[in-house]
C-alpha cells in the first residue's frame, strides 16, 4: 500500500514564501504522475500542479502560474511544492497525490489520481 506524506507547511505573511514536500513509499507501480491539490473550507478541492512521471511536463493552475514551482526527484520518490509571493487566498489544506501513469501528459482532476496524503495546512497572513 503506498503512502504519501506532506510536509512543510505552516504560517506565513503575505509575500512570503513555502516549500512542501511529499514523499511517497510502499509503491509498487512505476512510473507515476504527482500531483498537488488545495481545499480551503467550505471550498471544494481544486488542482494546484502536477509532473508527469519523468519530470519533464508540468501544469499550474492558473491561480499558481509564476508563483508555484512543482519539481521532483525520483531517486528519493518525492514531489516538491515552491510556492512564493503567497497571498492569503492561498490560505488552504494542500494535499498531493499520485497517479501510475507513463504518460507525458500528467492528470489535473482530482478522481484521476490513486492515492493521497493527509495533507498540510498552509495559513497566509495578511
Known amino acids: 500500500q503506498e503512502q504519501l506524506v506532506e510536509s512543510g507547511g505552516g504560517l506565513v505573511q503575505a509575500g512570503g514564501s513555502l516549500r512542501l514536500s511529499c514523499a511517497a513509499s510502499g509503491r509498487t507501480f512505476s512510473p507515476y504522475a504527482m500531483g498537488w491539490f488545495r481545499q480551503a473550507p467550505g471550498k471544494e478541492r481544486e488542482f494546484v500542479a502536477a509532473?508527469?512521471?519523468?519530470?519533464?511536463?508540468?501544469y499550474y493552475a492558473d491561480s499558481g502560474k509564476g508563483r508555484f514551482t512543482i519539481f521532483r526527484d525520483n531517486a528519493k520518490n518525492t514531489v516538491y511544492l515552491q510556492m512564493n509571493s503567497l497571498t492569503p487566498e492561498d490560505t488552504a489544506v494542500y494535499y498531493c497525490?499520485?497517479?501510475?501513469?507513463?504518460?507525458?501528459?500528467?492528470?489535473?482532476?482530482?478522481?484521476?489520481?490513486?492515492?493521497w496524503g493527509q495533507g498540510t495546512q498552509v495559513t497566509v497572513s495578511s
Open positions: 509532473i508527469n512521471w519523468s519530470g519533464f511536463k508540468t
Open positions: 497525490a499520485t497517479k501510475s501513469s507513463s504518460d507525458n501528459t500528467p492528470p489535473r482532476e482530482p478522481y484521476e489520481y490513486d492515492y
